[in-house]
């Protein structure tokens, strides 16, 4: 009985994840190790390749794609919880940075793979057009980018995942 208070330790948590989704930000849901690797195998990742996941969450689409298909990977996030749990995930294979998705410089990228909300998705878009080099691939689950012609689209799981290039 006077454990009763225990009861009510969720409510800030799912209060605030209530509030992110109403604003349609991305919550930290990961993605399935599965689902990754169709994305990954999908933007013909390789080794040559330098990947960034924005929003990288707990860190395993970097690890992934460092530890399975040999690319250089980097993650970005700015929950700082998950930016300590996620570098315990990857250890050396990867780099994740502490920060906004909107502040890192993408140039260096030749693919860049999201989960994120449809609103992110979309205010990405001028960022991904101004800084991406030529032939670079971006792989978003589940919101396809408005007004850009998709290269491929797949079923993963129960949302589709989308494949532009940078023309
Ligand atoms: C749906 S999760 C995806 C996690 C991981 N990429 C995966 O697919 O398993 C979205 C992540 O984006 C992060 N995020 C949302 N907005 C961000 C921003 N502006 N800058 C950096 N990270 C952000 C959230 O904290 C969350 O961890």
Redesign the pocket.
């Known amino acids: 009985m006077e454990l009763y208070w225990l009861s009510l330790v969720p409510i800030p948590f799912f209060t605030w994840l209530l509030i992110e989704l109403v604003r349609d930000?991305?919550?930290?849901?990961?993605?399935p190790k599965d689902?990754?690797r169709q994305m990954l195998k999908l933007a013909k990742v390789s080794k040559k390749d330098v990947v960034y996941?924005?929003?990288?969450?707990?860190?395993?689409?970097v690890r992934i794609a460092a530890k399975e298909f040999g690319a250089k990977a980097v993650?970005?996030?700015?929950?700082r919880l998950?930016v300590w749990l996620s570098r315990k995930m990857v250890g050396n294979k990867g780099r994740i940075v502490h920060?906004?998705?909107?502040?890192?410089n993408l140039n260096k990228a030749d693919v860049i793979?999201?989960?994120?909300?449809h609103k992110?998705v979309q205010q990405l878009k001028p960022k991904l057009e101004k800084e991406l080099k030529k032939g670079a691939g971006i792989v978003s689950?589940s919101h396809p980018i408005e007004g850009w012609k998709e290269v491929e689209r797949i079923r993963t799981g129960h949302f589709y995942s989308y494949l532009y290039k940078i023309s």
């Open positions: 930000e991305a919550i930290p849901i990961p993605l689902t990754i996941d924005l929003g990288s969450g707990d860190g395993r689409i993650g970005v996030e700015k929950n998950l920060g906004d998705i909107f502040e890192e793979v999201m989960y994120l909300s992110l689950a």
